[in-house]
Nanobody, 125 residues
């Protein structure tokens, strides 16, 4: 599975962005997908995850109620809708995919098998 993230950019606080992650491979629909982010000097952190069917979604506390993860398996694409953006959301955002990942490992970057290149999101105050 190869992935490519897009949709990042510069936005003012309170604004919105929609990130997309296009994946290749016939089996992408069987993978759990996740979004992570990393700021300079910080570790990569979990943002949101979605099971292969799209029926279950998970969010980090700082983004709950503001971000929405979704997927379109027919298009092999995962999305992250980000609303009410804050300066602290500024980071490079990465999409990732994993097979057979258990719930307790969903937030752990090293549990993911495939990663896309990052896309920069900058929120100005």
């Amino acid at each position: 599975v190869q992935q490519q993230a897009s949709g990042g950019g510069l936005v003012q606080a309170g604004g919105s962005l929609r990130l997309s992650c296009a994946a290749s491979g016939r089996t992408f629909s069987t993978y759990t997908a996740g979004w992570f982010r990393q700021s300079p000097g910080k570790e990569r952190e979990f943002v949101a995850g979605i099971r292969s069917s799209g029926g279950y979604t998970y969010y980090a506390e700082p983004v709950k109620g503001r971000f929405t993860i979704s997927r379109d398996n027919a298009k092999n694409t995962v999305y992250l809708q980000m609303n009410s953006l804050k300066p602290e959301d500024t980071a490079v955002y990465y999409c990732a995919a994993a097979r057979g990942i258990i719930l307790s490992s969903l937030r752990i970057p090293r549990q993911y098998d495939y990663w896309g290149q990052g896309t920069q999101v900058t929120v100005s105050s």
